[in-house]
C-alpha cells in the first residue's frame, strides 16, 4: 500500500463548478501538507500549504486537512478552463527531508 | 523573484554514457530534493541534501549519485544509462521560515532526459 493515495481521474467538470480533490495517507507522523498544481511539461508548482490539521483558503482555493481521518482536501471554486491541470498532494513529516507524493489527479475544467 | 534552474531542460544521451544534470536552488534555500517522474506517474522523491550533507535517501539507483556544493547547487550524476532511466529530473529547494524549518518545495522546471 503507497503512503499517499490519490484518485488519478480524470475529473471533468464544467466551467464555474466547485472541484473537489482528495487524497488520503497512512503516515500518522505527517506533519505538513502541500498541494501541487502541474501543466503538461512544466515542473510542479506550489499552490497550497498547510502545517498539521485545519483549513486554509487562498483566493478560489481551500486546503483542508483531517487529521484524524487521515485526509486532505482542495477545493476550487468557480473553476476556470485554466486551471486544467494535475493536481498532486503531497506531505512530510517533521523533519522535511522527504516529500511523497500522490499519483496526482487530472483536471479537466471545459469552457 | 528568482526560482530553481535546472540545467540543462533537455538531454539525450545513448546507453551506457553518463550524464550530469545541474541544480541552483532558491537563494537562501539550504535544501535540494531531486525527484525523477517517468511518462504518466508523480515525481518519485531520490535524494536530498541539507547544507551539503545528504538528508534522506529515496529510490535512487546505485549508478546515480548526487552531491550538494558550498554555493548550495547540486548535481546529479547517472552512469551506465539506460533506456529506463528516460524521464523528467526534477529539482526543488526550499529554506528556513522564521519560526524554523518551512518544508514546503519549490521545483525547477525540470530537465528531460532521454535515452536511446
Known amino acids: 500500500q503507497k503512503e499517499v493515495e490519490q484518485d488519478p481521474g480524470p475529473l471533468s467538470v464544467p466551467e464555474g463548478a466547485i472541484v473537489s480533490l482528495n487524497c488520503t495517507y497512512s503516515?500518522?507522523?505527517?506533519?505538513?501538507f502541500m498541494w501541487y498544481r502541474q501543466y503538461s511539461r512544466k515542473g510542479p508548482e506550489l499552490l497550497m500549504y498547510t502545517y498539521s490539521s485545519g483549513n486554509k483558503e487562498d483566493g478560489r482555493f481551500t486546503a483542508q486537512v483531517d487529521k484524524s481521518s487521515k485526509y486532505i482536501s482542495l477545493f476550487i471554486r468557480d473553476s476556470q478552463p485554466s486551471d486544467s491541470a494535475t493536481y498532486l498532494c503531497a506531505m512530510s513529516d517533521t523533519g522535511g527531508f522527504k516529500t511523497i507524493f500522490g499519483a496526482g489527479t487530472r483536471l479537466f475544467v471545459k469552457a | 523573484a528568482a526560482g530553481v534552474i535546472q540545467s540543462p531542460r533537455h538531454l539525450i544521451k545513448e546507453k551506457r554514457e553518463t550524464a550530469t544534470l545541474k541544480c541552483y536552488p532558491i537563494?537562501?534555500?539550504?535544501?535540494v530534493y531531486w525527484y525523477q517522474q517517468g511518462p504518466g506517474q508523480d515525481p518519485q522523491f531520490l535524494i536530498s541534501?541539507?547544507?551539503?550533507?545528504?538528508?534522506d535517501k529515496g529510490s535512487i539507483p546505485d549508478r546515480f549519485s548526487a552531491q550538494q556544493f558550498s554555493d548550495y547547487h547540486s548535481e546529479l550524476n547517472m552512469s551506465s544509462l539506460e533506456l529506463g532511466d528516460s524521464a523528467l529530473y526534477f529539482c526543488a529547494s526550499s529554506g528556513k521560515g522564521r519560526t524554523g524549518r518551512d518544508t514546503e518545495a519549490f521545483f525547477g522546471q525540470g530537465t528531460r532526459l532521454t535515452v536511446v
Open positions: 503516515n500518522s507522523a505527517f506533519q505538513y
Open positions: 537563494p537562501r534555500h539550504d535544501t
Open positions: 541534501f541539507y547544507e551539503k550533507m545528504q538528508s
